[in-house]
């Protein structure tokens, strides 16, 4: 069994969101199954689909009316950079850290999703916001000032421990 496995819980009634989740759920349970010939090409496959999967979430952001440095954005910013390493240093032969990195995320993925995530899809239902035409169709809804938390009950700062050794 993966560390992480798919679940109704995590959806949030938006399709393409829904989608992509689900597809990194089963991307990262393949580089945790890879093998040692085989989990480079997971690690970047995941990560590609990563940079595109937050690309698309901060594009939500910002068309409705999230500051760019909102704290999601940049929480997505710093867990790519750190994918991003694992890719550096696994092409180096590193492939523990590549593995460890696999383990945290299976820990980070259902935080994020139930928080961050969550109180976009909210926010994004709320506007009426069409994921697929970028069309607003409450704009009436939409705040007045520029949101630079995560729109939830509380912001999160959870990350991969490696955070912390990545940044220091
Ligand atoms: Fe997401
Ligand atoms: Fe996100």
Not at 8 to 25: C, I, K, R, S
Request: a negative charge; proline letters at 4%; glycine letters at 4%.
């Amino acid at each position: 069994m993966a560390a992480l496995e798919w679940s109704n819980d995590f959806v949030l009634n938006l399709p393409q969101m829904d989608d992509t989740h689900h597809e990194f759920v089963v991307l990262l349970a393949a580089v945790e199954a890879a093998s040692e010939t085989t989990v480079m090409p997971a690690w970047q496959e995941l990560v590609a689909h990563t940079e595109a999967h937050f690309n698309r979430e901060d594009r939500w952001m910002v068309e409705t009316r999230f500051a760019a440095s909102n704290c999601h954005s940049t929480q997505h910013q710093v867990v790519l950079e750190i994918m991003q390493k694992g890719a550096e240093e696994g092409s180096q032969g590193n492939l523990e850290m590549v593995r460890q990195m696999a383990r945290e995320l299976a820990v980070w993925f259902p935080q994020h999703a139930h928080s961050m995530d969550a109180a976009l899809a909210t926010h994004l239902h709320r506007v009426g916001y069409d994921t697929v035409t970028g069309v607003v169709h409450k704009p009436q809804a939409l705040p007045v000032a520029e949101i630079h938390g995560c729109a939830g009950d509380s912001c999160s700062d959870t990350e991969p421990s490696s955070v912390a050794s990545a940044t220091a």
